[in-house]
């Protein structure tokens, strides 16, 4: 089986800024591709080129192995987008809506039950979109995207401008969606939290260029367990850990007491090791030297670490 969508060295400029800088991605089918990176990394163009509706300068990118500049309308046929204009006919029904869409596509009218029965979207079918809430009319675009079952959705802030319930409810829909479809789903968003609950794999770009992708599982893996230290003397806590050969820095979060956030001392592990003998051992020196413990507090290792690690100049936006 193809990967979902491929690109290798994918490029475009707009004058002489690079938006895309020879990005080579992977998105392997049936997963949940969380695409990130703050505003201008190149996010955008890379779905526009992706979608067919940009040319790229330089480099390829097939969606189902199917090349997009030479095989345009066939690689178009295999993915549904929602990007963040929605152009629904306010006026029309969801269900007059998605049959404009249908004719246009030539597909069969029976798509639009199916779409609807899809995104639970049934029972509003007949009510007109100008009715709809927000969450509705996400629910509709992504309806509209799946109209002829197309393997891979590209997805664009599908979460944007909803509210906690309605997060929550597009979480639960996306992650059920590969294994209910068997879709893969290209979702690009500026929430990191909600990434990390809904994607299997992750992207990252930074000025253009890929920083960073894999299974999100492995990524987290990866990274060192670190563990804060709760003590009232903090630089000689550090001086006497480092003495010892252990790695400890001064890191922004919570404090290992639950005090307030600040900068905490935080020992880091690497990869490999045995967290629990470290900790341990981390505390016997810190004891022996006398000085007062009252936390040794292990960190989440989260999606959020990864991405700064990976474009440490840029902030979240
Ligand atoms: N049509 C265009 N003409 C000129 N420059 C453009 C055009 N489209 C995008 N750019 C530039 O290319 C870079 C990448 O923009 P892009 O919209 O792809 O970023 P993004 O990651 O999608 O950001 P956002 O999260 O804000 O949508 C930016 O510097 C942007 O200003």
Redesign the pocket.
Known sequence: MPPAIETLALTRR??D?L??DGVSMTVPARSIYGFL??????????IKLLLGLLKADAGQARIVGIDVATDRLRAARKVGALLEAQGFYPHLSGRENLGLTCRLLDLPASEVDRVLDVTEMTAHGRRRVSDYSLGMRQRLGLARAMLGAPPVLVLDEPSNGLDPEGIADMRRFLRELPARTGATVLL?S?LLDEIERTATHIGS?SH?RLVLEGALDELKAGLATEVAIGTDAPERAAAVAREHGFDVIRADGAQADGGPAGAALVARFGPHEDARHATAALNRVLCTAGLRIHALAPRQRSLETLYRQSAPATALS
């Open positions: 707009f004058g800024r938006a895309v990176g703050r505003n201008g990394a190149g996010k955008t163009t890379t690009s500026h770009l253009g």
